[in-house]
């Protein structure tokens, strides 16, 4: 009976012991979390309490990215080939084609001008498309373009930025012109779109909608 009290007697305390044991490797943890934490808000509270370091303005490049956009603008042609600019000046073709507005003359199939011949092909309704073929050896060099009365001032001064834009087709030879003159016309605050062109692709420039989504600015 005694060895049976004693035994139970050991069960118990050990029961109590393991209890105890509990009380304090929860306590500990709990101190070991709240801990933690106090460090990681002391060392958040030292970093806002940091000083800023500014960056001098000087380090700060801003790049523009030339992606095309929607606009309603007019678009001014020019093609860059062989170093020169020429302007593919539209107003000149509707000027040449008022005598056949009246009807009695059939619309001709190409028209010549000083600088550049233009197929014109009519679609349906009042749609059409123009075909520029330069001349041999037309067009500006750009030191003769960007004087004073060169072709790019005399563009610039007659056509507000608000409602033109300039269109570039540039061969494969003239690319860094465009850059050029690209950078000079955005400090004037015009937009500028382009696209590439090789000898013998056609210069074409068409009515409609649909086709001035091909001559946005960038």
């Known amino acids: 009976m005694r060895n049976r009290r004693r035994f139970?007697?050991?069960?118990?305390?050990?029961?109590?012991?393991?209890?105890l044991?509990?009380?304090?490797?929860?306590?500990?943890?709990?101190?070991?979390?709240?801990?933690?934490?106090?460090?990681?808000?002391?060392?958040?509270?030292?970093?806002?309490n940091e000083p800023t370091i500014e960056q001098p303005s000087e380090n700060i490049k801003k790049l523009k990215i030339p992606w095309s956009h929607a606009s309603q603008k007019n678009s001014l042609l020019l093609l860059l080939q062989r170093e020169k600019i020429l302007f593919l000046?539209?107003?000149?073709?509707?000027?040449?084609?008022?005598?056949y507005l009246s009807g009695r003359n059939?619309?001709?199939?190409?028209?010549?001008?000083?600088?550049f011949s233009v197929k014109l092909t009519a679609g349906g309704g009042?749609?059409?498309?123009?075909?520029?073929?330069?001349?041999p050896g037309v067009g500006q060099w750009w030191y003769q373009a960007s004087k004073?009365?060169?072709?790019?001032?005399?563009?610039?001064?007659?056509?507000?930025?608000?409602?033109?834009?300039?269109?570039?087709?540039?061969?494969?030879?003239?690319?860094e012109l465009f850059r050029?003159?690209?950078?000079?016309?955005?400090?004037?605050?015009?937009e500028v779109g382009w696209k590439p062109v090789r000898e013998g692709t056609p210069l074409r420039y068409c009515s409609g909608?649909?086709?001035r989504l091909l001559f946005q600015p960038q």
């Open 8 to 19: 139970l007697g050991d069960i118990q305390s050990f029961l109590n012991l393991d209890s």
């Open 148 to 175: 004073r009365d060169g072709l790019i001032q005399n563009l610039t001064q007659k056509n507000p930025r608000e409602e033109n834009h300039f269109f570039f087709w540039v061969d494969s030879d003239s690319f």
């Open 209 to 211: 909608d649909d086709q």
């Open 180 to 190: 050029e003159i690209r950078r000079s016309l955005w400090k004037e605050g015009f």
């Open 126 to 135: 009042h749609s059409h498309c123009l075909d520029f073929l330069p001349k």
């Open 21 to 48: 044991v509990d009380i304090v490797s929860n306590n500990v943890g709990i101190l070991v979390v709240l801990a933690v934490f106090m460090a990681i808000f002391s060392l958040m509270d030292k970093r806002e």
């Open 89 to 99: 000046d539209r107003s000149l073709v509707y000027q040449s084609l008022k005598k």
């Open 106 to 115: 059939p619309l001709p199939e190409q028209i010549s001008l000083d600088e």
